[in-house]
């Protein structure tokens, strides 16, 4: 079971665990759904709503999907699901079902198309509300090393409309 929470009570806990060990960032559109991990994450406030903000390299599948679908999820596991972590961080669902090959159950999402990880802690439900794409020339010089491929990133801004814990 689950119970709802506002989407600022786990912020420290949400960006330490996303960025030591990583979630689960799921797109579901039109009946396909995939999911890859994240380390790298935002939660802050912008145009007056509560805001998650994911970065997507355009080489991913997962890129494919987000530029269709009108929303995302973000799953975060504490402590478990370490090697679920890490397949569906090297491993593309262009290639493979990542959830039925990790045993990951997708949880349709309570107000988005896209669903949750069950398995997971903590979720935050997004409804895109901005994207934009990397300018690498405003890039300050200290990020460049981040892109020796020029895989840049694209930056979607999810409206949180629900957030939700395992009791
Ligand atoms: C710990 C970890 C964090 C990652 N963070 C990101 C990220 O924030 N953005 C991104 O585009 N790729 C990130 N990746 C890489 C993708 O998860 C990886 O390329 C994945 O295989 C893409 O899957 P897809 O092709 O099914 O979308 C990360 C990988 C790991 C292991």
């Not at 935002?42 to 530029?67: N, Q």
């Not at 090297?90 to 290639?95: F, I, W």
Request: proline share 4%.
């Amino acid at each position: 079971m689950f119970r709802d929470i506002p989407y600022d009570t786990k912020i420290q806990q949400a960006i330490n665990a996303i960025s030591s060990n990583g979630a689960f960032l799921t797109v579901g559109h039109n009946g396909t759904k995939n999911t890859m991990t994240i380390g790298w994450a935002s939660i802050g406030f912008f145009w007056g709503k509560p805001i998650m903000t994911v970065a997507v390299r355009d080489s991913r599948y997962t890129y494919e999907l987000i530029e269709k679908a009108a929303d995302f999820t973000v799953s975060i596991p504490f402590e478990a699901l370490q090697e679920a972590l890490h397949f569906c961080g090297t491993k593309s669902g262009r290639d493979r079902d990542k959830f039925t090959e990790c045993g990951l159950t997708a949880q349709p999402g309570r107000r988005v198309n896209s669903p949750v990880i069950a398995e997971c802690d903590l979720h935050y439900e997004c409804q895109i509300v901005f994207k934009t794409k990397m300018n690498p020339d405003l890039l300050a010089e200290s990020c460049q090393k981040w892109y020796p491929k020029k895989d840049y990133h694209t930056f979607y801004f999810g409206e949180i409309v629900a957030c939700y814990e395992r009791e």
